[in-house]
T-cell receptor
């Protein structure tokens, strides 16, 4: 059974600092990995998708890496802003998405 | 183009009742998946439909069922509601299931 872990569970940083969010998974037989953002009481917004054959994916201030052999992914958010405050979820896809519990980020103005 | 829509957005039911939730995927998407989100268990996979067929199923009791129509819209039904069914129910659509999953805003169900 796939287990996805996200560390830390919560993070508070001052505006402008770079964010580093970690995700680990137990079964490397995945098709892809996705990072999502969830605002309180809302649905999930897709941020980045990394195919299992890729090592990295970038979108604006966001960069995600994937090391399938070690079962790890990292999401980097550069120059954080208060609007980046949300819960960030990592999910691996085989035939379904298996989610971590998320990292709740607070960016202080 | 329009995103994934879910109706209704909020529901209050009592134990023993049944409920039907609806999900309209992004145009052109044929895969629709359903997830339950609770504070204790996080996000859990319920089932996936592709071209009107249930393709995958999670570990939920038979009270949870679904279907997909020829226009890819999907419904989820929960019969004999229990207090523990209170949750945010999210649906996600993708073209075939293996690409970016786009989520709807969810239906928040409260069972009293």
């Amino acid at each position: 059974k796939q287990e996805v872990t996200q560390i830390p569970a919560a993070l508070s940083v001052p505006e402008g600092e770079n964010l580093v969010l970690n995700c680990s998974f137990t079964d490397s037989a995945i098709y892809n990995l996705q990072w999502f953002r969830q605002d309180p009481g809302k649905g999930l917004t897709s941020l980045l998708l990394i195919q299992s054959s890729q090592r990295e994916q970038t979108s604006g201030r966001l960069n995600a890496s994937l090391d399938k052999s070690s079962g790890r992914s990292t999401l980097y958010i550069a120059a954080s802003q208060p609007g980046d405050s949300a819960t960030y979820l990592c999910a691996v896809y085989d035939y379904k998405l298996s989610f971590g519990a998320g990292t709740t980020v607070t960016v202080r103005a | 183009k329009a995103g994934v829509t879910q109706t209704p957005r909020y529901l209050i039911k009592t134990r023993g009742q049944q409920v039907t939730l609806s999900c309209s995927p992004i145009s052109g998407h044929r895969s629709v998946s359903w997830y339950q989100q609770t504070p204790g268990q996080g996000l859990q996979f319920l089932f996936e439909y592709f071209s009107e067929t249930q393709r995958n199923k999670g570990n939920f009791p038979g009270r949870f069922s679904g279907r997909q129509f020829s226009n890819s819209r999907s419904e989820m039904n929960v019969s004999t509601l229990e207090l523990g069914d209170s949750a945010l129910y999210l649906c996600a659509s993708s073209i075939t299931g293996q690409e970016t999953q786009y989520f709807g805003p969810g239906t928040r169900l409260l069972v009293l």
